[in-house]
């Protein structure tokens, strides 16, 4: 896999950042002065980067989300009558899991920033890995119970933290196309678990244990494996990663002061900079927008198969998920590169919410099982890109390390609590065509549209007063600015102490 990086700009798109005539970089602000970087090639630089870090992640991301999601194949292999456990008591199972999930989000990703990567994260996938096989060796509903809290606790580490760890290595316009390839997993799982579903399936029997047990048990077995590598494998920030010489992580930390990320050189942790993620209007309103987007997500997840399921065999419902998956893939990954190129991941996406709303307008009204189906290509068309894009959009308007961190770590949790609403939408007592489900969902998809809208109009109308200087700061030595709005030594103290909310940083709409 290779992407390509854009030459250096302080000015892209959305993404601008104005700084007085270079004078920030000069005030200070440069990384490894006396460091020669004018043999490094930059393009080569970033495909070397992309090689060590994406492909293993978006597997490692792969593995996160079959585990999570393999229990709704293994529903359809007769486990709630094996393990004697009621349609209330499979969907308290289901739910459970993202309250430990949403939990455990904002502390692992205050613990990953702390401590290196490869080792926070090899050491959650050992331990989830262990739970899924557990999960495979219970006999009851508490059993099952229990080890899907373990299983969201352990989980909860690697979407947050991979999402910030790629945040603290590429720049504002690079990083929406990683963020989809890495998410695209989720989409590749779902059309590798219903296929590896059936193959395991046929071990039914095999050692005592029914299909549905050894789904859990091979996969989370494969996960062991993966998170014990990956030690070895996973690179950790690029202040101090090993693959890069000196003057090679010199220019990816150049650039990325380049790009408005100014604590990319190292920022020490302070209460004030979490006490920022914690009280801005920012944060909580990309909360809603991204629980507009992850329930209806989880929903579909969790419940395709049983979605498709009217009329088909368990096998062949499986069968009919794969081409689903492989078009919110292509989708996914399309989107990611065109809000890179284009900006404006906002009207991204609004359009996309749109068109998974007409999916499931049609899902509410059919009756007919060739329409439905038809219908959940333009859902997952429409729900799965809106993930990364928005990770990616709220990634772009937080500037410091640590906010950032938690401010990730928040919406994400917030938008994952929601899963436990999506698990229990669909009832049983609904089937085959779920109308209660698909309403909920579609409320949940208008009410990301509506702060998507007012997200993006936010944005906009402070970029345009920081156009007109009324956030301008008074730094000594130069004329204008405002005492409300502070005042500073250099524009580089200015641009450093306030992060995103300094004068010259634009948000990206």
């Known amino acids: 896999m290779t992407l390509s990086s854009p030459s250096p700009s302080i000015s892209e798109k959305d993404d601008v950042v104005h700084v007085e005539d270079g004078k920030a970089a000069a005030e200070g602000g440069l990384y490894n002065p006396h460091i020669d970087v004018s043999g490094i090639d930059e393009r080569a630089l970033m495909r070397k980067v992309d090689m060590r870090t994406i492909p293993w992640l978006s597997f490692l991301y792969l593995l996160c989300f079959l585990d999570r999601t393999s229990i709704g194949n293994a529903k359809l292999y007769n486990m709630e009558a094996e393990l004697g456990i009621t349609d209330t008591q499979y969907l308290i199972c289901l739910t459970i899991f993202f309250i ?3 939990l455990f989000e904002v502390p692992s990703n205050v613990v990953l920033k702390r401590l290196k990567p490869s080792v926070w994260l090899s050491m959650l996938m050992v331990l989830w890995g262990i739970m899924m096989t557990v999960q495979g060796l219970v006999h009851n509903y508490s059993g099952l119970l229990v080890m899907r809290w373990m299983l969201g606790a352990f989980e909860a580490g690697l979407f947050p933290g991979v999402t910030y760890y790629l945040s603290c290595w590429y720049k504002r316009s690079e990083f929406g196309i990683r963020a989809a390839i890495f998410f695209s997993a989720a989409t590749i799982s779902g059309a590798f678990g219903g296929l590896l579903a059936v193959g395991i399936a046929k071990m039914n029997g095999l050692g005592g244990k029914p299909a549905w047990a050894w789904i859990f048990i091979i996969e989370g077995l494969v996960t062991v494996v993966a998170g014990a590598v990956s030690y070895w494998i996973i690179v950790d920030f690029p202040d101090n990663a090993t693959f890069l010489t000196e003057a090679e992580r010199t220019v990816v930390i150049r650039r990325l002061q380049g790009d408005a990320q100014f604590s990319a050189a190292g920022e020490k942790m302070q209460w004030r900079h979490i006490k920022k993620a914690l009280t801005e209007w920012k944060t909580y309103l990309a909360m809603i927008v991204y629980a507009g987007i992850d329930m209806p997500l989880y929903a579909f997840a969790l419940f395709l198969p049983s979605i498709i399921n009217h009329g088909y065999s368990a096998t062949k419902a499986n069968l009919l998920t794969v081409p689903v998956y492989a078009l919110a893939c292509i989708s996914t990954c399309l989107v990611g590169f065109l809000a890179d190129r284009y900006g404006n991941r906002g009207m991204f996406n609004f359009i996309l919410l749109s068109i998974a709303a007409v999916g499931y307008i049609i899902l509410i009204v059919s009756r007919d099982a060739a329409l439905s189906y038809f219908a ?15 990770v990616a959009w709220m990634s772009n308007n937080s500037e410091g390390t640590y906010k950032r961190s938690v401010a990730l770590a928040m919406v994400i949790s917030w938008g994952n609590l929601q899963g436990a609403v999506s698990s229990n939408v669909y009832r049983a007592n609904q089937t085959p065509w779920y109308p209660l489900g698909h309403e909920l969902v579609l ?19 402070e970029n345009a007063r920081r156009d007109r200087g009324e956030r301008d700061e008074i730094i000594e030595g130069h004329e204008g600015g405002f005492e409300v709005n502070g005042r500073f030594a250099s524009v580089d103290d200015a641009r450093r102490e306030k992060g995103d909310e300094w004068s010259g940083y634009r948000y990206t709409l």
Not at 376 to 390: H, K
């Open 100 to 102: 430990s999930y949403a």
């Open 376 to 390: 959940v290509f333009l859902s997952a068309c429409g729900i799965y890109p809106c993930i990364p894009n928005t």
């Open 443 to 461: 409320m949940y998809i208008g009410t990301g549209l509506i702060a998507t809208a007012t997200f993006r109009f936010l944005l906009k109308r």
